[in-house]
């Protein structure tokens, strides 16, 4: 199998959202809650948030108080016990043996918390919010301001940049409006399950429960 050429110029890197995507829940950060016993506290964050009383912004440094002392061993161990959607990691290493360069830009969760889907998929970049660590413990407190919508858009062409790839030799993809400014610097998006709000910015529209299904989109079986 080799990677797919739009519009004449051959895809080389592949961007995942994580929520909603890679991972089929709504809100992963709702399950580690529920292990943490902080759950009721962080559903009302998020219920205030798509009610539009606070941002996104806001959403994510108020959910970042409550992981105050949590310890980084126990954040990874509960990141690698979430379960991803079915056929995930078998979509990643398929599209990494095409050669693709793969990543995840994310604004739930931490790049700390993170490291554990990158190791188990083997992903080759994970971005989302820069959460403080001392002494093995989250401090509550970001180091950097969280990632929105546009934030989410900018660490997608960051990693391009890294990566040394063009914007339009990427495929992005993602689930809600939160996607948006991503699927508009990308020239191959997919949405995934998607909320109405996305649709008219998607190349391609998937509804779908196994990761694998996306594959034809993205990989064509080589010339004989």
């Known amino acids: 199998m080799r990677r797919i050429k739009f519009e004449g110029e051959e895809l080389r890197m592949v ?17 580690l809650a529920e292990k943490l016993g902080i759950r009721e506290e962080v559903e009302k964050i998020l219920k ?16 970042a108080i409550y992981w105050k002392n949590v310890e980084v061993g126990r954040t990874l161990k509960m990141m690698r016990e979430v379960k991803l959607r079915k056929g995930s ?4 290493q398929k599209l990494k043996k095409a050669g693709y360069i793969t990543a995840l830009v994310s604004c739930g969760g931490s790049n700390t ?13 994970v971005y989302s919010n820069s ?24 660490l997608f062409l960051r990693i391009a940049q890294e990566a040394g790839v063009n914007p339009s030799e990427c495929a992005v ?17 997919i949405a995934v399950n998607p909320s109405e709000g996305l649709k008219k910015y998607a190349k391609i529209i998937l509804n779908l429960k196994d990761m694998r299904e996306i594959l034809p989109y993205l990989l064509v079986k080589d010339e004989k």
């Open 15 to 31: 961007v995942f959202d994580f929520d909603g995507v890679l991972y089929a829940g709504d809100s992963h950060s709702v399950e």
């Open 48 to 63: 205030d948030m798509r009610e539009g009383k606070i941002s996104v912004e806001d959403a994510i440094t108020k959910s």
């Open 89 to 92: 990691k078998e979509t990643i």
């Open 113 to 125: 918390g993170f490291q554990a889907i990158k190791e188990k998929l083997g992903l080759d970049y």
């Open 131 to 154: 959460a403080e660590v001392v002494d093995g413990k989250f401090t509550g407190r970001l180091t950097a301001p969280p990632v929105g919508a546009k934030k989410k858009a900018d």
């Open 173 to 189: 993809i993602g689930n809600d409006e939160m996607d948006i400014p991503m699927f508009t610097k990308a020239k191959y998006s």
